[in-house]
């Protein structure tokens, strides 16, 4: 669809604010099934594919996308994991949950995702994006006339678009969620009121799977995320300024909070990514709201505990995707009224896990001796019962995922 002339209006089924994973795979899903979109993103094309954001695909959004044409080469080809390490009290518990669930994570850091979402959308089905858009605004999402305006940024005038929905997928800051009255801005919200400093390292991993340090001074991990980078976690207080974090202390930390008995040591590198994350988690008020449909981060955000903000936003995307496609081809509503209750069936239950699993990694640094000894506990029973580490295995993964999406057409 070409873009409308300066100041002029035009007319599109759909409109996505925001070309991140959910923005993209929706757009891809659409344009594929001839449902004509735009899709509007603030930053630059480049900026997008190469922001650094989380790494672990679970194995049912790799087979969504690859049944739907969106995987990109690389992502067939990509590291699997099935297992991951607790390491507690200087001892090492390999656990496989893979051997438990049937499925994997996949190593595959979003910026490529995201590159190989844009290079099909764009590149190889000719859809319509706009990078570098300004003064975005949402119209009448209460009607059955909604629009969304912009300002193009290299005349620097407005252009109007019509259409039948909108979808946001801007984030939790972006202008989509903000458009809800209200009464339905402020997200359902909880602090777990730990920090966690993230770091990239130029240096290969130090272990064949994720770990996780559970340590009185505090919370630690490791992942993959190539041959020669690795990610880095360490729990520091929430707003703490990362220069507090020199070379030295960190890699100090990380040796000692992920230390155990037979297990290599951290292999140490420049740090080429250093910034500290609060760790909350929320949920919108509204996922739906007349014409508005929110996906991805804009609906909902996880803090990375478990690496599900990126398979939530795939899940949202998909339901959202087939919805539409039924809407816009045989004007059938049914799936549009129930994607709220769909996504948030699976939002509601992997914020659950996450909460969960947030108290057993950082109960035994709380200083709070309660909360230490509800931590051991479920280490405990997570070690020595086996439908505890079934239980935990499927949540883990995501394996329900698979089951809560609608049939393929």
């Known amino acids: 669809m070409p873009t409308p002339s300066p100041g002029r209006s035009a007319r599109v089924p759909v409109v996505i604010v925001g070309a991140g994973p959910a923005g993209l795979t929706l757009a891809g899903v659409l344009r594929d099934a001839s449902v004509d979109c735009v899709v509007l993103e603030a930053e630059s094309r ?40 607790f390491r507690v009290g200087g001892e090492r518990h390999r656990f496989r949950y893979a051997d438990l669930s049937g499925h994997h994570h996949v190593v595959y850091p979003q910026p490529r995702l995201v590159t190989d979402l844009v290079h099909h959308y764009a590149d190889v089905l000719g859809g319509d994006i706009r990078f570098g858009v300004r003064e975005v605004e949402l119209h009448g999402i209460d009607t059955d006339t909604p629009a969304v305006s912009y300002t193009d940024p290299d005349s620097g005038a407005r252009v109007r678009l019509e259409c039948a929905v909108i979808a946001g997928c801007d984030g939790a800051r972006g202008v989509s969620r903000a458009a809800l009255p209200a009464e339905y801005r402020a997200p359902a919200r909880l602090d777990y009121g730990v920090g966690w400093l993230a770091l990239l390292a130029e240096a290969p991993p130090s272990s064949d799977c994720v770990v996780f340090g559970i340590h009185p001074r505090g919370f630690a991990a490791h992942m993959a995320r190539s041959p020669e980078m690795t990610r880095y976690y360490l729990q520091c207080p929430p707003g703490d300024d990362p220069e507090n974090w020199p070379h030295d202390r960190v890699w100090s930390e990380l040796h000692e909070r992920l230390g155990a008995a037979g297990a290599p040591p951290p292999a140490e590198g420049t740090l080429v990514e250093k910034r500290v994350l609060d760790m909350h988690n929320q949920v919108a008020r509204a996922v739906s709201y007349g014409r508005l449909y929110l996906a ?57 896990f996450s909460q969960w699993f947030c108290e057993l990694l950082h109960g035994p640094s709380s200083g709070d001796p309660f909360r230490a000894g509800m931590a051991a506990a479920r280490l405990s029973r997570l070690f020595d019962s086996p439908a505890a580490a079934a239980s935990f295995a499927e949540a883990y993964i995501g394996a329900a995922s698979e089951r809560h999406l609608p049939d393929f057409p």
């Open 296 to 352: 991805g981060d804009a609906a909902h955000l996880v803090a990375p505990i478990a690496a599900k903000g990126m398979n939530l936003a795939l899940f949202d995307a998909l339901v959202l995707a087939d919805a539409l496609v039924s809407y816009v081809h045989r004007g059938g509503f049914e799936g549009l009224r129930r994607y709220a209750a769909t996504s948030l069936r699976r939002v509601w239950e992997y914020q659950e």
């Open 46 to 85: 480049r900026f997008i594919e190469t922001r650094p954001r989380a790494g672990f695909l679970e194995e049912w959004a790799v087979r969504a996308l690859w049944r739907r044409g969106l995987a990109g080469p690389g992502l067939l080809e990509a590291q699997r994991h099935g297992e991951c390490e």
